[in-house]
């Protein structure tokens, strides 16, 4: 457990230390920032008729501006984990140290977890906006930020599973693109399909697992959802690994 600790220090303080990190934040709070103000000018002109209480309804997952960067910020943050050090050659050093495949790959997504989580904390910003202008349900924001974890969970665990798998960066960013791309779009097919197959893509919907918690609606299957998805692509990430220090 300490050499997963170790791993994922040394990746969160490598991303930090280089101005990737500061440019896709810095990016991504433009985009979250102008995504709110587009919400909350939209409920200031028409108030309840903007189909939400409050603008954080629509904010986190009431629209696809709340997914559509996630196809482009998630494989950048995650096309670097273990695809960048197959190109400089560290991973097999790193595998050929006592450190178990389970420890890099836990580390490696702890790393990427504090990304995420780093993604969202300027949105804390928009919910105390919200609340000096009218009254906001703070178990409704809670379930939303519950919603935002989830998929950060299995969000992350994809691209790390594609950085596995990829032999370079932007091999592992596509990868992680048309994974995440088929999800949501295999969500909307809800929209088109009817009886059982409708139900069935419903809950394999992101939308609409997003939709139930930026309502407050905390589901227990949507979060059995998020962690399955996830423990299925780090597992696959260990058996890649096991594979390549087979191989070496």
Same mark, same amino acid.
């Given at each position: 457990m300490r050499?997963?600790?170790?791993?994922?220090?040394?990746?969160?303080?490598?991303f930090f230390?280089?101005?990737m990190a500061y440019v896709v934040l810095?990016?991504?709070?433009?985009?979250?920032?102008?995504?709110?103000?587009? @919400? /909350?000018?939209?409920y200031a002109?028409?108030?309840?008729?903007?189909?939400?209480?409050?603008?954080?309804?629509? &904010? @986190?997952g009431g629209t696809i501006l709340f997914f559509l960067p996630q196809l482009v910020f998630v494989p950048v943050l995650t096309m670097r984990l273990l695809a960048d050090e197959r190109r400089s050659g560290s991973l097999e050093l790193l595998l050929t140290a006592p450190v178990?495949?389970?420890?890099?790959?836990?580390?490696?997504?702890? /790393? /990427?977890?504090?990304?995420?989580?780093?993604?969202?904390?300027?949105?804390?910003?928009?919910?105390?906006?919200?609340?000096?202008?009218g009254a906001v349900d703070m178990g409704t924001v809670a379930a939303s930020y519950v919603g935002i974890l989830g998929i950060g969970v299995y969000n992350m665990?994809?691209?790390?599973?594609?950085?596995?798998? /990829?032999?370079?960066?932007?091999?592992?960013?596509?990868?992680? &693109?048309? @994974?995440?791309g088929g999800l949501f779009l295999l969500g909307i097919g809800q929209y088109v399909f009817m009886d059982a197959t409708r139900d069935i893509l419903a809950y394999l919907s992101v939308w609409s697992h997003m939709q139930d918690f930026s309502k407050g609606i905390?589901?227990?299957r949507?979060?059995?959802?998020?962690?399955?998805?996830?423990v299925l692509a780090l597992f696959l990430s260990v058996r890649a690994l096991a594979a390549r220090r087979d191989a070496a």
């Open positions: 050499s997963t600790f170790v791993i994922a220090s040394r990746e969160v303080r490598s230390a280089s101005p810095m990016v991504w709070t433009l985009w979250s920032g102008l995504s709110y103000y587009f @919400f /909350a000018s939209l002109m028409n108030g309840s008729q903007a189909g939400t209480d409050t603008p954080l309804s629509s &904010f @986190f178990s495949e389970v420890s890099v790959v836990l580390g490696k997504y702890l /790393a /990427a977890m504090v990304f995420w989580v780093a993604l969202w904390l300027p949105s804390l910003l928009y919910v105390w906006i919200t609340s000096r202008f665990a994809i691209g790390l599973l594609a950085s596995a798998l /990829a032999r370079n960066q932007m091999i592992a960013a596509v990868m992680t &693109f048309f @994974f995440l905390v589901d227990s949507d979060l059995v959802y998020d962690g399955s998805i996830a």
